[in-house]
């Protein structure tokens, strides 16, 4: 069974903090690059976060050095934990293969705002 379940998402002040959660059937988690996704209003879904099996990671510019990847192979989990959030980061946040599979989960909005 092919299944991805993002959690964690909500509204925040700018500079806050959100951990993103997302569980993964094994099929998909295994020994796979897993990433976090995020899709803003109007722009195309983006990778913006990557870990290897054995914790190598990787992030994409914009949020290198505010968000940390990890992941927990014993729970088929990943996780994004998101700290000095700005307005920008305001997305839909998935979780997913690097490169992804066709299967998405629902994702978690997160919404930065005063």
């Known amino acids: 069974q092919v299944q991805l379940v993002e959690s964690g998402g909500g509204l925040v002040q700018p500079g806050g903090s959100l951990r993103l959660s997302c569980a993964a059937s094994e099929s998909i988690f295994s020994t796979n690059v897993m990433g976090w996704y995020r899709q803003a209003p109007g722009k195309q879904r983006q990778l913006v976060a990557a870990i290897s099996s054995v914790g190598a990671t990787d992030y994409d510019d914009h949020v290198k050095g505010r968000f940390t990847i990890s992941r927990d192979n014993a729970k088929n989990s990943v996780y994004l934990q998101m700290n000095s959030l700005k307005p920008e980061d305001t997305a839909v946040y998935y979780c997913?293969?690097?490169?992804?599979?066709?299967?998405w989960g629902q994702g978690t909005q997160v919404t930065v705002s005063s």
């Open positions: 997913n293969r690097a490169p992804p599979i066709s299967s």
